[in-house]
């Protein structure tokens, strides 16, 4: 069973809320996937019948390492083991070292990291169950050496997922570099892949290492992979099997040591049957395939985001005072449909916090800093998100939600059933 499904079981079976206390992930050398509950005490891992963690595998000691709980406090401490401990960057023969979530452990042949159960990174961002789900495969599969392709619509945030699946593996120490395939010849992309020679071609006035051979012991991002032409695509391809590149115009390859997320909006697997897309190489990079959801389909998060966006900004020009969103402008925003996805959101914000003056920002300066109006056919602007706001903000109290409006009590009926509102009953107007 592959990582996804395994925990796709794990939510059907038993409710989000329940899953309060961190999870010692276990990414065994056979390529099973096991998780342990951390409660306070002590937790004992290696190889014998009568630890609570058991690792098959011959590296591992009989009794390799224990594991101390203390609240969100952990203490990895190293049993005099034959082959050591790695928590991180130490390596320890009976020593100890205090660990982190997300800090990949290496005992024997496995990988090991502790997943903290927040449902907010660490931003304060409320992540939606779709977000939830994918945030727990990146602290499965990051500390592994599998090749990760991100699927997902422009803009909905695919390089910042491959950031953290660098910045929660067994290579967070070494180099995450970029690479933008879209918009690059066959033959520039070759070059800042490979590398070249002095000489390899005109303008090479020196010999310039390529970007895997700079990443050396970290990851290589490639964004927009269905773009890469045919050619370096077989290219690649062939690096990446054999560990091995050529510089343009070199004659003696050169070991690689580099891990490869890539990303796309394409749909890659149609790419291949329209033979626009190399299968072998498709297959070689698909080693596990996240897919990122579009922010119209987890609106929860954008209050939040939001509210990250106006802290980063204040950040930046150096403000004590951050507007807010009154309750009407953030309900018009849930309405939009968001083609542009969180880059969209953010730009708004920015250009909106410019025009605000320190203001609190209204449904109107949103349509000043550009938000279009209501994707909803038929509904004038964000006028239905509006309604809503009021209401809930008056507790369906409708004489009050008409007055906060400026509209008579009997318009706010005709809009509610205009826009298709269920009206509140059993109040008291």
Known sequence: MNPAEQYGETERGAPQAAR???????????????????????????????????????????????????????????LASANGTQAGPHLLHDGAAAVRPGMPIMIGSSVLVIHAPSAADKTGVVVDRSMQTIDDLVSRVA???????????????????????????TRANGPLLRLNCAGLS????????????????????????????????????????????????????????????????AVQPTRIDVRFVC?????????????????????????LTIRIPPLRERIDE??????????????????QHVPAFEPEA???????SWPGNIRELRNLVERVLVLSDGEDITVTKLRAAGLPGSDRPGEPDCERARVLAVLADCGGNQSRAARRLGISRNTLIARIQQFGIARPRGLVE
């Open 20 to 78: 309060r206390e961190h999870v010692l992930v276990v990414h065994a050398c056979d390529g099973t996937w096991r998780s342990f509950p951390l409660a306070d005490g002590a937790m004992t891992i290696g190889r014998d019948d009568d630890v609570d963690v058991r690792l098959f595998d011959p590296l591992v000691s009989r009794r390799h390492a224990r594991l101390d709980i203390d609240g969100a406090r952990f203490h990895l401490t190293d």
């Open 143 to 169: 500390p592994t050496l599998i090749n990760v392709l991100v699927l997902g619509e422009t803009g909905v945030g695919k390089d910042v997922l491959a950031e953290r699946i660098h910045r929660r593996s």
């Open 186 to 249: 066959s033959t520039l992309l070759e070059s800042e892949l490979f590398g070249h020679e002095r000489g390899a071609f005109t303008g090479a006035q020196q010999t310039k290492p390529g970007l895997l051979e700079v990443a050396a012991g970290g990851t290589v991002f490639l964004d927009e992979i269905g773009e890469m032409p045919l050619d370096v695509q077989a290219k690649l391809l062939l690096a990446i099997e054999q560990r091995v590149i050529r510089r343009v115009g």
């Open 263 to 287: 990303a796309t909006h394409r749909d890659l697997a149609d790419e291949v049957k329209r033979d626009r897309f190399r299968s072998d190489f498709y297959y070689r990079i698909n080693g």
């Open 302 to 319: 954008i209050e939040g985001l939001v509210a990250q966006f106006v802290r980063d900004a204040g950040e930046r020009i150096g403000t």
């Open 330 to 336: 953030l309900a018009c925003l849930r309405e939009h």
